[in-house]
């Protein structure tokens, strides 16, 4: 074999998640960015936007712009691809549970712009499996969410056929504790559902099932154990080509062929020494680029300072030139696979293809992944795997760099100047995009906006495709609320298990004993059974795995924990803590919403007579927020910092003592 490839290899993909405040702002971020030599786009969308609600709707307080751009309607579109010539784009969207409409917003803005629909290219996520796992933006249940990607895919096989209309996400798997045979399995058995249902919806001819396997692309996770995260991706590949060849009998190679791209590891990324994450980063992104035969199709990376906040536009630069300075200045790209033939490779990629075949029968067996869902079975076994994780940290048998180990540090001039580090969200921009919203819908025909309203709860209570009705209702003004919330009303909302349940207990150390004791002698002070933590998920922020991990060990530690699961208002947080006489609430927000959530609690609280309640939180919250918080009234604020959960529940022990008035402990 030739040592090096007859012509170099063209590079992926490279992109920069970006979005944020408003659509125009994101526009001019897209605009700089791909001057800088970034070759595709990746739209990161609000959570109101990903939950379907418009700006100005109780739950999108706080929210708006805030993790991604707000797109509540066809003139938002618009403005967000504003002199983006979508003819010639590649475009992926990470949008889920509103996916059909986001991408019906595209095409109708592509449309506007001259661009044939049959030639645009790009991704829309639309992988809500995953949602109800780990991340949390689902809306409806697993069977009408399964139709709505079902239909995508049906309507751009005819008519959109260079997009890809799913991406199968294993991304937040891994961040949701998933090791590499789970994640590997449960993405597949993800794909089989989709594809099943495609085939067996009737809406693509047979010998036409290869046009869909070879729309199907994957987004997957890459950690910083770039050897196993490599072997990972060619065990993804293999088991792809066998499972597309054996199940659905496609017979062309090149239709089976794995197609995926990248977002490497966020959450693994350190607020502690943050410089180390630029390292991170680097031997994340190797993991996905060095092997060619499972190379990634398309990479993003994440900033450096993504544990401290929203990223500004330099810090994305630096992650793009680490994208540019690997495909353009070093050789990787002029040689064939690097690792073909090594004993050590095959056998780590053997280990992950069996371990995923087992998951991957076992999530049949129990009736396929929707199933496994609605039982709590996957996100049980997430919880678990998660906990397992966090135990290695916590007993150092996992070493995290500047976190459990080297901890001692220089002051870092990159963060010398505090909260000027990050992006800062004006939250002006939340009160501009409610005032839009009420203004477009001001201005549209009512009436053409009722009757398409009238014609998508029609189809979506028959069994059509509903993207042309969708169509429809994005050229008559809909909004991304109204077409979300008219859907809710035939096929209802859906609240996921927590996969508490189910998850083992902790296993004994001297360090929880003690907490467990001091848990049992502060019930026995304040002459109650238990001490009693609410764990509150305020907002539209999904990511729950913090949340989960810290109800797990609270229970071990002897509290009663009450967890309602995700998405929940400021008022129906304080019901609960009210009704359940709860001893101590936790707040836990990701999304950077908190001096909005937080204060509403305290005021709810104290509104229903409860402000001696001791109120603490958790997230990716900076110093100077931490101290706002503080001065509201908050009794502690934890960040990603603070890794070691049982003294935490250490923690909430002191506050709860300190809250009673209860004196020092024997």
């Known amino acids: 074999m030739e040592s090096r490839l007859p012509e170099r290899d063209r590079p992926w993909v490279m992109r920069t998640y970006a979005g944020h405040s408003s659509a125009a702002a994101t526009n001019a971020l897209f605009r700089r960015n791909l001057a800088k030599g970034q070759t595709g786009l990746s739209v990161a969308f609000d959570l109101p936007t990903q939950t379907g609600y418009d700006p100005d709707h109780e739950l999108a307080a706080g929210e708006v712009g805030r993790v991604g751009v707000p797109v509540a309607h066809l003139g938002d579109a618009r403005a967000l691809f504003a002199g983006i010539p979508l003819a010639e784009a590649n475009t992926s969207m990470t949008i889920n549970a509103t996916a059909m409409w986001l991408l019906a917003l595209y095409v109708v803005a592509a449309e506007e712009q001259g661009a044939p629909t049959a030639g645009l290219t790009g991704t829309t996520q639309n992988d809500v499996v995953k949602e109800y796992l780990s991340r949390g933006t689902y809306i409806f249940p697993p069977g009408p969410s399964l139709r709505l990607t079902t239909d995508t895919i049906a309507w751009t096989v005819a008519n959109a056929p260079q997009w890809n209309p799913v991406n199968v996400c294993s991304y937040h798997l891994q961040e949701a504790g998933a090791t590499p045979v789970q994640e590997v399995g449960f993405a ?103 092997s060619r035969t499972a190379r990634a199709r398309a990479v993003q990376l994440p900033a450096w300072n993504e544990a401290l906040g929203l990223p500004r536009p330099w810090d994305q630069q630096w992650s793009l030139r680490m994208q540019q300075v690997l495909a353009y200045e070093s050789d990787l790209l002029e040689y064939p696979d690097l690792f073909d033939g090594s004993h050590v490779v095959e056998a780590l990629v053997g280990s992950i293809v069996d371990g995923a075949r087992v998951e991957l029968e076992k999530i049949l067996d129990l009736g396929g992944v929707v199933a496994a869902v609605e039982t709590g079975y996957l996100k049980s076994a997430l919880v678990a795997s998660l906990a397992e994780r966090r135990r290695r940290l916590e007993a150092g048998s996992d070493v995290v760099v500047g976190v459990n180990r080297f901890t001692e540090t220089e002051p870092s001039p990159l963060t010398a100047s505090g909260a000027e580090a990050i992006e800062q969200v004006d939250p002006a921009a939340e009160r501009a995009a409610a005032e839009a919203v009420r203004a477009w819908r001001a201005g549209r025909d009512q009436s053409t906006v009722d009757a398409a309203l009238a014609a998508l709860r029609a189809a979506a209570a028959g069994t059509g495709n509903l993207m042309p009705v969708t169509l429809d209702c994005v050229r008559a003004g809909v909004t991304t609320g109204e077409w979300a919330g008219a859907l809710r009303e035939v096929f209802g909302e859906y609240r996921a298990p927590t996969g508490l349940s189910a998850s083992a207990a902790m296993r004994e150390d001297a360090t929880l004993s003690d907490v467990r004791a001091r848990v049992s002698r502060t019930a026995r002070d304040l002459g109650t059974g238990r001490l009693r933590l609410l764990v509150g998920k305020p907002g539209l922020d999904g990511h729950s795995n913090g949340a989960e991990q810290i109800a797990v060990r609270a229970r071990d530690a002897g509290f009663e924990v009450v967890y309602q699961g995700i998405r929940l208002t400021p008022a129906q947080i304080v019901a609960a803590a ?55 009234g908050v009794a502690r604020v934890f960040t990603p910092r603070d890794f070691a959960l049982t003294s935490i529940m250490d923690e909430l022990v002191t506050v709860v003592r300190a809250a009673n008035g209860l004196a020092g402990e024997e």
């Open 188 to 290: 597949l058995a993800t794909a089989v559902a989709v594809l099943d249902s495609v085939r067996d919806s009737g809406q693509v001819p047979p010998e036409r099932t290869g046009d869909v396997v070879q729309r199907v692309s994957f987004f997957v996770n890459a950690g910083v154990r770039f050897v196993e995260e490599m072997a990972k991706m060619r065990a993804f590949a293999r088991l792809w080509d066998d499972l597309t060849r054996e199940r659905y009998g496609v017979a062309d190679p090149k239709q089976r062929r794995f197609r995926y791209g990248v977002q490497v590891n966020s959450l693994g990324l350190t607020e502690a020494q943050p410089e180390n994450n630029v390292q991170r980063i680097v031997l994340e992104m190797l993991g996905v680029t060095l």
């Open 578 to 632: 009210v009704e359940e006489d709860v001893d101590i609430v936790g707040l836990s927000v990701l999304s950077g919403s908190h001096l909005a959530a937080v204060p509403a609690v305290l005021d709810g609280l104290k509104a229903a007579g409860r402000a001696d309640l001791p109120v603490v939180v958790g997230g990716i919250i900076p110093p100077a927020d931490a101290g706002k918080l503080r001065e509201a």
